[in-house]
């Protein structure tokens, strides 16, 4: 069974209402209340599309975030490596992505149906689906590109453009698609009650992994961390842009979580596509409140790059689950993944683990929390499913990714020479500098 298929019972949508009674008490018994097949076709298709869009100008916010995190002599290269991995994963979903994470075999760890995927042709229109077809491989896509984007925030500053691509382009044909289709694909961790809504570990924690083993792989930008172990601090081009970014990321995760709601044909469907809203912001909210509170203690001055990265780890913990919780407790999530880049981006610092927009704690750390929270509001979600859902996608998105790094290092290299690292990216990679008329220092 398809993710699609997964939430589109009006029964099933009932019961997930009477889980939160303080703020959809009126929402459980018109849930009953569903337009009819062609107009529900409609309204999901709409869901879709709408969600898609935002989840795509996600990949703006990407963008934009990192532009602002990395150094100016690397801007121009790092704006390229977003639109070029936006680009990639869109060919490599429909070529053999989406066969991949929607196999249509329940239970199974690997299977591809026929590929690449067709649409459906001009004027056709299967209203037994329940949407379009071409809807839900669009918003399917562009959770794909996201996973790349978490990616190129890690490994930023010392990586070619070459081997990063090549890495893209196995990550969302692939590795992506296989990590999909175990649970939204109706896989394995499915069938043992495995959950996650929209993708904390699925989505984040796989990109969060690829990231690691591209960090260990690479290794750190030349003179980061010194012998005697000191770390140097190589401030971003611009905490305007990147909060700019953040800023777009909050507002596509509405779209990232609240189309995975599936369905907008019923009174209770539209009733959770909101709560959904409300608890992404508000986790968000408490993302943000809790890392300028650790910094303000821990080193007597709010971050605002922490804060940046205090929302957007609220908004992965709260990703694996935004519907059964109840606002409170959408609140603890977010704050307790807010704390997490806090936490852990020195630990990275100690182990000489170079993360420049510090993806690994946003996105990892914050994704296997929110997925290892589920069953604190969602009791019908095995607690051992939850870790084997974790483990299981750490050890193999590991595995492979460090396999696909060293083999492409040991090929055509993954590093540029270290006068071209020095004098920046966006000459030896792009010969196009974002800010031609500002004097280098560093």
């Not at 990063?164 to 590795?175: A, D, M, P, Q, W």
């Not at 069953?375 to 019908?380: A, V, W």
């Not at 460090?402 to 590093?415: D, E």
Request: charged letters at 10%; glycine letters at 12%.
């Amino acid at each position: 069974m398809k993710r699609s298929l997964h939430r589109i019972a009006p029964l099933a949508l009932a019961g997930l209402v009477l889980a939160e009674p303080a703020l959809a008490q009126e929402a459980a018994p018109a849930a009953a209340e569903a337009v009819g097949g062609g107009t529900a076709y409609i309204f999901n298709t709409l869901l879709f599309l709408i969600g898609g869009f935002l989840v795509m100008w996600m990949a703006a916010g990407f963008a934009m975030l990192e532009a602002g995190l990395v150094r100016s002599k690397n801007v121009s290269v790092q704006c390229l490596k977003n639109i070029g991995l936006y680009a990639i994963a869109g060919l490599m979903f429909w070529v053999i992505g989406y066969s991949i994470a929607y196999p249509g075999f329940e239970g199974g760890y690997f299977g591809i149906a026929n590929f690449p995927y067709a649409m459906q042709g001009v004027g056709e229109a299967d209203t037994g689906t329940g949407y379009s077809v071409a809807s839900d491989w669009f918003f399917q896509m562009v959770f794909c590109a996201t996973t790349a984007s978490i990616v190129s925030g890690t490994v930023a500053e010392r990586v070619k453009l070459v081997p990063f691509f090549v890495f893209v382009t196995i990550l969302t044909g692939f590795i992506y698609p296989v990590i999909v289709s175990w649970e939204w694909g109706a896989g394995w961790l499915d069938a043992m009650g495995f959950s996650d809504f929209a993708g904390s570990t699925l989505v984040h924690s796989t990109g969060g992994w690829a990231a690691l083993m591209g960090a260990l792989i690479i290794g750190p930008r030349l003179g980061r961390y010194a012998k005697d172990g000191k770390m140097a601090v190589f401030p971003g081009s611009s905490i305007p842009l990147a909060t700019l970014g953040t800023f777009i990321l909050w507002l596509g995760w509405f779209g990232f979580n609240g189309a995975s709601q599936l369905a907008m044909g019923t009174v209770g469907d539209v009733s959770d596509v909101s709560k959904i809203f409300v608890n992404t912001n508000m986790a968000a909210c408490a993302g943000v409140v809790v890392a300028i509170i650790f910094t303000q203690l821990r080193y007597g001055k709010a971050d605002t790059t922490m804060a940046l990265n205090g929302a957007l780890a609220g908004l992965v913990a709260i990703t694996a689950e935004p519907l059964t919780p109840n606002v409170g407790m959408a609140i603890i999530i977010g704050g307790i993944g807010g704390a997490l880049p806090v936490i852990f981006v020195p630990i990275l610092d100690k182990l000489k683990i170079d993360d420049v927009v510090g993806a690994i704690p946003v996105h990892l750390m914050a994704g296997i929390w929110g997925t290892l929270a589920v069953p604190l509001t969602n009791t019908e979600v095995p607690f051992v499913a939850q870790i084997t859902g974790v483990a299981a996608t750490g050890i193999f998105v590991s595995i492979v990714s460090a396999l696909v790094w060293f083999a492409l290092k040991a090929t055509i290299g993954l590093r540029p020479s270290e006068a071209e690292e020095m004098a920046g990216l966006d000459l030896g990679e792009t010969g196009i500098e974002a800010y031609p008329e500002f004097t280098r220092t560093t």
